[in-house]
């Protein structure tokens, strides 16, 4: 659970967020969950990624909207291998050349 | 840049963005550095392009 | 953050693990970034304004995004800028 403060955590604290799913609360009254893919370092803006049977939706919410991100569960490894395949990133630390 | 005018003369910005980018990416930060710039140079090409103006002219959120 | 950054220059190790973490997310995100380029994307902003664009690019610190063919409540705006500021969240389907 992440009370405040979200832009300030820093690089090691955002990582530990991705691949798992979360739950974001931005803005007034925005809520939206979604599995993790990425903290953008600059602007602390998240990427969550949603799973439908017509594909995947991608939700980028602004850092400085971002007021609380709970965590809910840890992805699955089907579930980390669909998040690589549902969007075009490149390969992550200790997957091979 | 906001720091220009408080930089030493000598001392010139492009060398300065990198120690920069090398101080946040480690030895990532050309590749960073790359993408960073392919991006922006996107974004001044659109808007030199298209002249794209503010919507809403007003910020919603100042 | 300015408590890891004096934490991680009195520590190699842990400075080189910081910068490999941003790297990481960095690199993730400016692929997210780049995904969108033409996309239809559906901007959440404040004040409960909710508009749909074709995507064009952002800049590097995320301050605008360049977009075309923008309905606007009172009509299509045909090149656009948006403030990040003025955005709580951003969505489209891949």
């Not at chain 1, 979200?6 to 809520?31: F, H, S």
């Not at chain 1, 971002?66 to 490149?90: H, K």
């Not at chain 2, 005018?5 to 990416?25: D, F, Q, V």
């Not at chain 2, 960073?36 to 100042?62: G, H, S």
């Amino acid at each position: 659970m992440m009370q405040c403060g979200w832009p300030l955590l820093g690089p090691l604290q955002w990582i530990r967020y991705t691949d798992k799913q979360v739950k974001v609360k931005a803005g007034k009254q925005e809520e939206h969950r979604g599995w993790m893919v990425t903290v953008d370092p600059v602007s602390a803006s998240v990427v969550l990624v949603d799973f439908s049977e017509a594909g995947a939706s991608v939700r980028v919410v602004m850092g400085h909207a971002v007021e609380e991100v709970e965590v809910l569960q840890d992805a699955d490894a089907e579930t980390v291998q669909r998040l690589r395949s549902a969007f075009v990133l490149p390969k992550r630390p200790g997957l091979g050349p | 840049s906001w720091r220009s005018s408080i930089a030493p003369p000598s001392e010139r910005p492009g060398e300065r963005r990198a120690a920069e980018m090398k101080k946040l990416y480690g030895e990532d930060a050309a590749k960073i550095s790359a993408m960073e710039a392919a991006m922006q140079l996107t974004f001044d090409r659109n808007c030199d392009l298209k002249q794209p103006k503010y919507w809403p002219v007003i910020p919603l959120k100042l | 953050s300015i408590s890891s950054s004096v934490a991680s220059e009195a520590d190699p190790e842990l400075l080189q693990r910081e910068q490999h973490a941003r790297s990481v997310l960095r690199e993730n995100f400016l692929q997210c970034l780049v995904s969108m380029t033409n996309r239809k994307v559906q901007f959440h902003m404040h004040e409960k304004v909710k508009v749909e664009a074709t995507f064009g690019a952002s800049d590097i610190d995320v301050l605008n995004f360049q977009v075309s063919d923008l309905h606007t409540p009172i009509g299509v705006q045909k090149e656009a800028l948006i403030r990040s500021q003025d955005v709580i969240s951003v969505t489209f389907d891949v």
